[in-house]
């Protein structure tokens, strides 16, 4: 019953999960831990709406008792609440009665009435319910943390990931974000190859390392968490490729110029910069702008200044292409920052083959 109850649900746009050992049931902690037989949550506007299934496999009086008591206590939890029991035990004749009296409880209480055979039909509709806001919470995090695929981020999420106690589903959405766009990436060999989650999250994405190969010392992709947004960014900052990269960019000036002149008539914005950095320890350095410029303001002379730049510093230069995506931004509630990330590496990849080419 559970698998047909959530696929029902699951067709009205419902994020499921049922209680079996093969997934992640959510739980009713205040209430002696209790897992909810089958519990979904959807987006609507502003606030989600979480429901909870109780389902029994009989009439009998026990069954019906514990169901209709069970579905009241998910009313502080949830949005709407169900019962559900056989359609086979519903539509015979001697249950007549007892099907009658299961509508007229589940009537008065505002709780749906579902009948399960091959598929799901609602006998009575569950009512839209008050919420105890802060039990509902509990739920839509459980949802969160055990959630399968990427489907966006809140804009509290940003402000949750560095408060302790508060971000493992934020780190758990953020990890389903990396692993898709790896899943992406992979075509275009490029892998994830490093992953810092501690007072700042982000993934790395290059090609394979080599045996004692260190991710920063090759130019390689970063997908940042930050506490406005996401950010992807193109990193290079080991000598040796940035100076093959200067000798390219000679090589090739007007396909070097082309390519720069594409990010221009972008619709991403890519803040390019050239970075003077001393490494202080672990992840953390000194840096200092040499130059900087957005991509919607690129011309001739402004791509010749950039590398002038990096000839120019006297430290250990960095060139650096940012893409951010603000917290506020409709991509980053929804599945399509993936895609949105993979367009932001189709459209650097040519500038990322003139600092790798031999």
């Keep these: 019953m559970y698998l047909i109850i959530a696929d029902h649900f699951h ?6 999960r049922i209680d079996s050992p093969q997934q992640n049931g959510i739980k009713f902690d205040l209430l002696k831990g209790w897992t909810i037989d089958v519990a979904g949550m ?12 109780e389902a029994k496999n009989d009439l009998g009086a026990q069954s019906v008792t514990q169901a209709i008591s069970q579905a009241e206590m998910y009313k502080n939890v949830c949005t709407k609440v169900y019962v559900a029991f056989p359609g086979k035990h519903l539509g015979l ?14 009537e008065t209480k505002g709780i749906g009435l579902l009948s399960v055979r091959r598929e799901c039909k609602e006998i009575v509709k569950a009512t839209s319910l008050p919420l105890r806001i802060h039990m509902y919470n509990d739920i839509v995090n459980q949802f969160k943390g055990t959630a399968r695929h990427f489907e966006g981020f809140d804009v509290e999420d940003f402000a949750r990931a560095y408060v302790d106690g508060d971000s493992e589903y934020v780190r ?22 490093h992953s810092v989650r501690g007072t700042n999250w982000w993934y790395s994405y290059s090609r394979k390392l080599r045996v004692g190969e260190r991710y920063y010392n090759i130019p390689h992709f970063t997908l940042s968490l930050r506490d406005d947004g996401v950010v992807m960014e193109l990193i290079t900052r080991d000598k040796a490729h940035l100076s093959r990269f200067k000798k ?13 002149m594409s990010l ?31 991509s919607k303001y690129l011309n001739r002379e402004r791509v010749s200044r950039l590398v002038e730049s990096l000839t120019e510093v006297a430290g250990n230069a960095w060139l650096m292409i940012e893409c951010p995506f603000h917290m506020a931004n409709d991509e980053v509630k ?11 590496v189709d459209e650097l990849r040519p500038i990322y083959e003139f600092i790798i080419q031999q």
């Design 11 to 16: 067709r009205l746009g419902y994020d499921t």
């Design 42 to 53: 959807r987006k609507r506007g502003g606030t989600p709406e979480v429901i909870a299934v």
């Design 93 to 106: 004749k001697e249950n007549k009665e007892v099907t009658t009296e299961i509508q007229e409880l589940c």
């Design 172 to 193: 758990h959405k953020f990890g389903l974000l990396a692993e898709e766009l790896n899943d992406k990436l992979a075509p275009r060999e490029l892998y994830l190859s």
């Design 248 to 260: 390219n960019i000679k090589k090739k000036w007007k396909r070097f110029i082309s390519v720069m």
């Design 264 to 294: 221009k008539t972008s619709r991403f914005r890519y803040d390019i910069s050239v970075l003077e950095n001393v490494h202080v320890k672990g992840y953390v350095t000194n840096t200092a702008s040499s130059y900087e410029v957005n």
């Design 334 to 344: 929804s599945r399509e920052l993936v895609d949105s990330l993979g367009k932001i």
